[in-house]
């Protein structure tokens, strides 16, 4: 990058304002980090009051001159992400991005799932992904320009076995976003839309998330513990923190799309390759 492009884009983050759900721990905080780091503003918000403060210190103590307020929000009820919205419109002259990384896992074949199970993997996934940017659209065409960042998965270019809800959820998140990313083209042009497809990353997701009755395949034979320890060590070779880079690297460029990871890379080229076919490598894998 030249030193005229790079003044170009420090000078056009320092003092914008970025919404970030989901910022309490892994990507959505190491995010924080770096668009403190850029000279941005934050407006984070997360489930956890308690960890939600932990990560404002920590972020203070690193950059005492950050803006950063905290909001509690449970992005799958509706009326919470619209007083989230409020809330930044009321403290901030501007918001210039959103970025929704707020999201939940489920392991269980799908004749075994608990339907409310499935809602809730919906409701935080892909419904705090639409309250959220419904609610920060017409802050963000308010602005001199904006960019609204979904965090779709891996797993929203290809399907896994034991991974219904949570594949539906990120391809729904891929769809919405890449439908509005052309609409705003047309219609405000200058705000754009960026969908990142997270391969592994060594986050609380996997340990977080609910485990169903039943798996399908191999790796229904291991324990809970066993396939997050499988995860973390087999599957989870990046960081939270260089995840958040490959991000900001593709916020910086204005992306349509972002692949975190070599996993991503991989399967999104053996996806384009063998649309339907890569599913008999997933049976080889997972069967």
Avoid at 55 to 84: A, R
């Amino acid at each position: 990058m030249s030193t005229t492009m790079a003044s170009h884009q420090k000078d056009r983050f320092k003092g914008a304002v970025f919404a970030v759900s989901g910022a309490a721990s892994g990507i959505g905080k190491a995010l924080a980090f770096e668009l403190a780091d850029a000279g941005c503003e934050l407006a984070l918000c997360d489930k956890s009051a308690d960890n939600l403060q932990s990560v404002k210190s920590e972020l203070l103590d690193t950059y005492p001159h950050c803006v950063v307020h905290t909001f509690v929000v449970d992005v799958s009820d509706k009326n919470q992400v619209t007083q989230w919205a409020k809330e930044c419109e009321d403290r901030f002259n501007n918001i210039h991005g959103l970025i929704n990384n707020a999201g939940v896992s489920l392991s269980a074949s799908f004749e075994s799932l608990d339907m409310e199970d499935f809602h809730w993997v919906m409701n935080v996934n892909f419904w705090g992904v639409v309250y959220s940017t419904q609610a920060f659209l017409p802050l963000l065409k308010k602005s001199p320009w904006g960019q609204i960042i979904n965090i779709s998965s891996l797993f929203g270019l290809i399907s896994t076995p034991n991974n219904s809800s949570y594949n539906a959820s990120k391809f729904a998140v891929r769809g919405f976003s890449e439908s509005l990313s052309i609409e705003l083209q047309i219609s405000a042009p200058h705000l754009s839309v960026t969908c990142v497809h997270p391969g592994g990353v060594k986050t609380g997701i996997v340990t977080n998330g609910k485990d169903g009755a039943a798996r399908v395949g191999a790796a229904s034979q291991l324990t809970k513990a066993q396939r997050e320890k499988k995860f973390d060590e087999i599957y989870a070779k990046t960081t939270a923190q260089q995840a958040a880079a490959i991000i900001m690297a593709g916020i910086r460029k204005r992306q349509r799309r972002v692949l975190v990871g070599k996993d991503a890379r991989f399967f999104d080229r053996i996806q384009r390759i063998a649309p339907v076919k890569y599913q008999n490598l997933m049976i080889k894998l997972f069967g």
